[in-house]
């Protein structure tokens, strides 16, 4: 089983900035494609960001380009996802993945199959 652990989330105010973990044991992250999610109540998962695990290309969300950056730190087993100017709307449970297939990814929810438990991010004033 591959088990993937967030944190890194709280309580932040409009225009602040989060950095959210996305770390495992037992196993090296670098050799899997990660993704990024975001559901806030009553909405749908949605996909933010993803990164490959063979040339390290990512892949954002319109919502969030320039804004957020995914990134590996290959040395503490950890992807992590810096998040600069949040605003109020981007409150929600925040979920890394890994994918055990092979090629591009991507930000659709179905091609992912190990889920960590969630962290949740407020953004408030």
């Known amino acids: 089983q591959l088990q993937v652990v967030e944190s890194g989330g709280g309580l932040v105010q409009p225009g602040g900035s989060l950095r959210l973990s996305c770390a495992a044991a037992g196993f090296i992250l670098d050799d899997f494609r990660i993704g990024w999610f975001r559901q806030a109540p009553g909405k749908e998962r949605e996909g933010i960001s993803c990164?490959?695990?063979?040339?390290?290309?990512?892949n954002y969300a319109d919502s969030v380009k320039g804004r957020f950056t995914i990134f590996r730190a290959n040395a503490k087993n950890t992807v992590y996802l810096q998040m600069n100017s949040l605003k109020l709307e981007e409150t929600a449970i925040y979920y890394c993945?890994?994918?055990?297939?092979?090629?591009?990814?991507?930000?659709?929810?179905?091609?992912?199959?190990?889920w960590g438990q969630g962290t949740q991010v407020t953004v408030s004033s």
């Open positions: 993945a890994l994918t055990t297939s092979r090629g591009a990814c991507g930000l659709g929810y179905a091609e992912y199959d190990y």
């Open positions: 990164i490959n695990s063979s040339d390290g290309r990512r």
